[in-house]
């Protein structure tokens, strides 16, 4: 073989290797053998991870929450997604779209547990869950539960559900620092009546990053007949679960959060019973009875976004989900453990360890919540986001996967010299 086909063979085999050019490939395979508890601190294979993101270096980032930025392995397999469905164009679409998008709903599946079955990619949580709540068949005195603490554009399609079928909403406010599971679910079996149809609850509370105890809450409201939705927005490729396990009705989330897939990206899974009985956002045509692809209509979108699901996911793997969840909690119990007890600073996260993981929420006594966000960015270069609801004063602090202890030391030392 002649020099310059050799090299170009090579290319190419490098090309169609995943993760090929990966820090975190190049460092898995030792990552595998250490314990994910024991590797969670180990701050030279997490600057190994560090290095496959592109990181904007004006601010450390303790926003992920918004949005994950993703590693360079999915971002140029989905570069690469463009350009193949640009060069096959309609042809793309019209043949193979459908089958290569029931393969991503397939791979998203298999990470929580669940069948591919009840399993359909949307693009965000709050089109899955809004699809539940607006889809479901509402009459005049039906009642909905959530708390005060969930996500605004889900109560939003609660009120409008209200204003078109007279459906009577309650609304329960969930404690930053439960004693007991039991204290969380008697706030929402006091809410149901016999009239309540729906409940609606966060796996984890967006702004303080507090995780509930879902399964005991769905057992709880089907014992009263009562069908449970989870906002599980956050949840996916953060920490793990099955969603089986949880015994919920309906589970939403992103996949552009945690999973670290492309913008526009998230999951509906409705269980086997449901499927047949929501009314879907964009009517489909008849299918077979229980096919949930008749929720999944969805008109011309970019595909290339969902066909990088399968990449994120395989990234997700190659780093492993428990690895992942130990270090997030980690890094959480890191900062919050070294200003938990300072004077003028509150943290509203619990601290038991499987009541959070990556997120938490601090405040500052005597400093407003969008001030504290602005100091921290103004002073200390540090980008926060600032809450002040729902019993909540403080920023969200986020870390990620790329989130270094030295930045954290950075963050912790602001704090204690702002509540000085
Ligand atoms: C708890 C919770 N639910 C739902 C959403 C909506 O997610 P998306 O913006 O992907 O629709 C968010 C977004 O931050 C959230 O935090």
Known sequence: MKKRDFLKNLSLVALATPFYGSALASHAEKASKIPAHKLASDEEF??????????????????????????????????????????????????????????????????????????????????????????????????????????????????????????????????????????IVALYEKAITDKTKLLMVCHMINITGHILPIKKICQMAHSKGVKVMVDGAHCIGHFQFDITDLECDFYGSSLHKWLAVPLGTGLLYVADEHVDTLWPIFAEHKTEPGDIARLNHTGTIPVYHDLTIENAV???????????????????????????????????????????????????????????????????????VGINYANVQGCRITPNVFTTTKELDTFVNALKEMAS
Request: charged content about 30%.
């Open 314 to 384: 395989d990234y997700y793997e190659l780093l492993g989900g428990k690895r992942k969840e130990a270090r997030l909690r980690y890094l959480q119990e890191y900062w919050t453990g070294k200003v938990r007890n300072e004077p003028k600073i509150i943290i509203n996260t619990p601290k038991e360890s499987h009541r959070a993981c990556g997120i938490a929420n601090v405040g500052i006594e005597g400093i407003e919540p969008t001030d504290l966000a602005k100091k921290l960015l103004d002073e200390y270069a540090i980008f926060t």
């Open 46 to 183: 997490w600057l190994n991870v560090r290095q496959d993101y592109k990181l904007k270096p004006d601010y450390i980032n303790l926003e992920s929450g918004y949005y994950n930025i993703i590693p360079t392995p999915t971002l140029e397999a989905l570069h690469k997604n463009i350009d193949m469905v640009n060069y096959e164009g309609s042809f793309y679409m019209r043949t193979v779209q459908w089958a290569n998008k029931k393969r991503m709903s397939e791979k998203v599946a298999n990470i929580i547990g669940a069948r591919k079955e009840n399993i359909i990619i949307t693009r965000n949580a709050t089109e899955s869950l809004d699809m539940v709540i607006k889809g479901m068949d509402w009459k005049a005195g039906d009642e909905a539960v959530y708390a005060i603490q969930d996500y605004g554009a889900m109560k939003l399609m609660f009120q409008q559900v209200a204003e078109r079928f007279g459906v009577v909403n309650k609304e329960v406010s969930v404690p930053n620092h439960p004693k007991t599971d039991e204290e």
